[in-house]
């Protein structure tokens, strides 16, 4: 028998926008939407994240940016909302079926695909990292490169006997024929790699940035690598943020991206409306200090709504 859940409305909305479960009713350039979880290892990985997506709705409300959408803002220069309208509609969270763990993959694509033939530009928070495909592989009628910000690659063929798992994201993405650059930004110290995964990565196309890299050049010269047609699904593990951005991880290294960095390599893009996703993985509430890693998602999505006004200019259809 198939699990029937009945529809969850969050109690406050992101950014206090409208509710609107049904992604095909959605007529606004952007939706928050939250992916609970992807395809696990192990049952925990259904629950670490899942009030992620929660959290950052309530984050937003706490620093009243759910209020004050008149209000100039600095970082693009500009009211939020600024003839009062919301540019946002928030889809709430994805209602997997927790005895079917593997599904939500062909789930939360259909759903997803949905917000992107509209024209809509899915804000999303995860789940592990196994979600960026599930967010990839929507695009398959256009073009698309992907920014991934990650102290780890995720290039592993599998892990587990498990290919969808969150060891394998990038290779996955890679498999997409629809998919051009793969940018890989903040990789440093030891993960589930193996040189051989690294050699894979590097073969394959992908252009590897390590955390030093971007700190000894600075993100402008990261950014100016960001220069393929079409746009961008960005997909940032929290972990490859520094930990004082992003506490809220469970595999800490010290020296990921600072909030100046992440922010020049997201509102650049945005400020040539080149974002075709934004994507969150791997906050893990429970470990969050202050909402602090809350804070940093809700700001860079703002960062992305306030700077692109437009979202659909820059698309580039496969031929
Ligand atoms: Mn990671």
């Not at 992107?116 to 999303?124: A, D, F, I, S």
């Not at 592990?128 to 990839?136: K, N, T, Y």
């Amino acid at each position: 028998m198939k699990l029937q859940l009945d529809q969850i409305i969050p109690d406050k909305t992101f950014l206090n926008a409208p509710f609107e479960q049904d992604p095909s009713k959605v007529d606004t350039p952007y939706a928050f939407i939250g992916i609970p979880y992807g395809p696990p290892y192990h049952f925990t990985d259904l629950t670490a994240c899942a009030l992620g997506p929660t959290e950052v709705r309530w984050e937003s409300h706490r620093q009243n940016y759910a209020l004050n959408w008149s209000h100039y803002d600095f970082d693009y220069g500009d009211a939020l909302f600024p003839d009062g309208l919301p540019t946002v509609t928030d889809c709430g969270d994805l209602q997997g079926d927790v005895r079917d763990p593997d599904a939500i993959w062909e789930q939360g694509t259909d759903h997803i695909r949905k917000l992107v033939q509209k024209g809509t530009v899915p804000l999303v928070v995860g789940g592990f990292d196994s979600i960026p495909p599930i967010i990839a592989g929507a695009f398959e009628s256009e073009v698309i490169n992907i920014l991934h910000v990650d102290s780890h690659l995720d290039f592993r063929h599998e892990r587990y006997g498990v290919t969808r798992g969150y060891s394998s994201p990038i290779r996955r993405i890679r498999e997409f024929p629809w998919v051009q650059d793969i940018v890989q930004v903040g990789l440093r110290g030891a993960g589930s790699a193996r040189p051989e995964d690294v050699a894979d990565a590097l073969e394959s196309g992908n252009k590897l940035f390590t955390a030093w890299d971007i700190h000894n050049r600075g993100p402008e010269a990261i950014l100016d690598a960001l220069s393929a047609k079409g746009r961008w699904v960005i997909t940032i593990d929290c972990d490859g943020l520094d930990t004082s951005i992003a506490p809220a991880i469970g595999a800490r290294e010290p020296g990921g991206l600072t909030f100046h960095e992440i922010r020049t390599l997201v509102a650049g893009l945005a400020n040539q409306n080149k974002v075709a996703a934004l994507v969150f993985t791997e906050y893990q509430t429970a470990k969050d200090i202050q909402a602090i890693t809350a804070h940093t998602i809700t700001r860079l999505m703002l960062n992305v709504i306030g700077a692109q006004r437009s979202p659909k200019p820059e698309v580039a259809f496969v031929a």
